[in-house]
């Protein structure tokens, strides 16, 4: 069974520049999360989905921050503009489903590493 | 709101020493609780897990039990190896099916 798939793994930029960065779950996984990742942190949750409905985005900074998941598949994270704060590691992660009080595993992606100088 | 605390690394052992890295909650209810690793250059990936008080998670010779007293589930390995080296993170979910939060991380170096 092919992983959580993420890309780019590494990316560095300006700040004020643009960045988006995509994720392909593993295949029939309904829920997908965004989560950031910054150096000695734990992962922070960003942006949840069930499907193509967003279930959870409060911890999504959506001045600059946007995410979607067309189709309920793929999903893509942008931020636009960048700034210096935002140099993090990039999880996406994938569940069969996440709803109340029942517990489906997360499988992780390798992760983007996003620099931004 | 919930949170997590764990033991700050790195912890640096010798190999077949044994393991313990504490891990402290607060929440309200009965959370579910994780251990998830990290190995160089991979994703996170479930370690093992504990839904109720007074359960043992266990997997690949590590262990945690859910200490609702204590508000703990300290990870603990008997006998660790080198292929343990990785980084280890304490997470919960709350009962009201909130998401996940995370603990920073625990980094181990297993020495030959």
């Known amino acids: 069974e092919a992983g959580v798939a993420q890309s780019p793994r590494y990316k560095i930029i300006e700040k004020r520049q643009s960045v988006a960065f995509w994720c392909n779950p593993i295949?029939?996984?309904?829920?997908l999360y965004w989560y950031q990742q910054i150096l000695g942190q734990g992962p922070k949750l960003l942006i949840q989905f069930q499907n193509n409905g967003v279930v959870d985005d409060s911890q999504l900074p959506k001045d600059r921050f946007s995410a979607e998941r067309l189709k309920g598949v793929d999903s893509t994270l942008k931020i636009q503009p960048a700034k210096l704060e935002d140099s993090a590691v990039y999880l996406c992660?994938?569940?069969?489903?996440?709803?109340?009080?029942?517990?489906?595993?997360?499988?992780f992606g390798p992760g983007t590493r996003l620099t931004v100088l | 709101g919930n949170s997590v605390t764990q033991m700050e690394g790195p912890v640096t052992l010798s190999e077949e020493a044994f393991l313990t890295i504490n891990c402290t909650y607060t929440?309200?209810?009965?959370?579910?609780l994780f251990w998830y690793v990290q190995y160089p250059g991979e994703g996170l990936q479930l370690l093992l897990k504990?839904?109720?008080?007074?359960d043992k998670g266990s997997n690949k010779g590590f262990e945690a039990t859910y200490r609702k007293e204590t508000t703990s589930f300290h990870l603990e390995k008997g006998s660790v190896q080198v292929s343990d080296s990785a980084v280890y993170f304490c997470?919960?979910?709350?009962?009201?099916?909130?998401?996940?939060?995370f603990g920073p991380g625990t980094r181990l170096s297993v020495l030959p």
């Open positions: 295949s029939g996984h309904a829920t």
């Open positions: 992660a994938s569940s069969l489903v996440s709803a109340g009080l029942n517990y489906n595993e997360q499988f």
């Open positions: 929440a309200t209810g009965y959370p579910s």
């Open positions: 997470a919960l979910r709350g009962n009201y099916g909130q998401n996940f939060v």
């Open positions: 504990a839904t109720k008080a007074d």
